[in-house]
């Protein structure tokens, strides 16, 4: 079956680093997405990954390894605005997303 | 960045009447978009995609003759609620694809239905 895994919740630090962690299982699979989502709102778009490797953008990282079916989404200098819950999704074959559960950040003073 | 707009953001109806809900890419044109829907707590459940000119393809499980999808032209898709319940009571969210680049999905602000 397909399948995506991440922590429900964790809590963090202002200030500090934190690393958000998503394993997948898929029929298929053509990259990985990971969104950012406010509560209330709908998902906003943070980065997408289809090489093995660390992508970095400001803040925010991704990182991939296609092999292990493993990804992780890296948060530095946290800010309480990132408080927010972070969905990864994995495209399978037919680039149909598939979501995980989503892991709510907790940043604390 | 591409933008999806929803309309309404929130609509608060009686039980058995129907709701429609517009989503439209405004600045490109999105030959397939989709819609879900997500309650508290939980992350977005694919309800179906909607493609210009042609019948959507539902999820298994969601009733196609309650949950009514028209995807009239490249800007422009419907989702209506017939006969609502309170169980109906979510938050609706649309995205579309640019059809270029990463297949990155641009979600519309989402419409919170309430069924009293």
């Known amino acids: 079956g397909q399948n995506i895994d991440q922590p429900t919740e964790m809590t963090a630090t202002e200030g500090a680093i934190v690393q958000i962690n998503c394993t997948y299982q898929t029929s298929g699979f053509n990259g990985l997405f990971w969104y950012q989502q406010h509560a209330g709102e709908a998902p906003t778009f943070l980065s997408y990954?289809?090489l093995d490797g660390l992508e970095e953008k400001g803040r925010f990282s991704s990182f991939l390894s296609r092999s292990k079916g493993y990804s992780y989404l890296l948060l530095k200098e946290l800010q309480m605005k990132d408080s927010a819950s972070y969905l990864c999704a994995a495209t399978d074959s037919n680039y149909q997303l598939i979501w995980g559960a989503g892991t709510k950040l907790i940043i604390k003073p | 960045g591409a933008v999806v707009s929803q309309h309404p953001s929130w609509v608060i109806c009686k039980s058995g009447t129907s709701v429609k809900i517009e989503c439209r890419s405004l600045d490109f044109q999105a030959t397939t978009m989709f819609w879900y829907r997500q309650f508290p707590k939980q992350s977005l459940m694919l309800m179906a995609t909607?493609?210009?000119?042609?019948?959507?393809?539902?999820e298994q499980g969601v009733e196609k003759d309650k949950f009514l999808i028209n995807h009239a032209s490249l800007t422009l898709s419907t989702l209506t609620v017939t006969s609502a319940h309170p169980e109906d009571s979510s938050f609706y969210i649309c995205s579309a694809f640019t059809g270029t680049g990463i297949y990155e999905q641009y979600f519309g602000p989402g419409t919170r239905l309430t069924v009293t």
């Open positions: 909607s493609n210009e000119g042609s019948k959507a393809t539902y």
């Open positions: 990954n289809v």
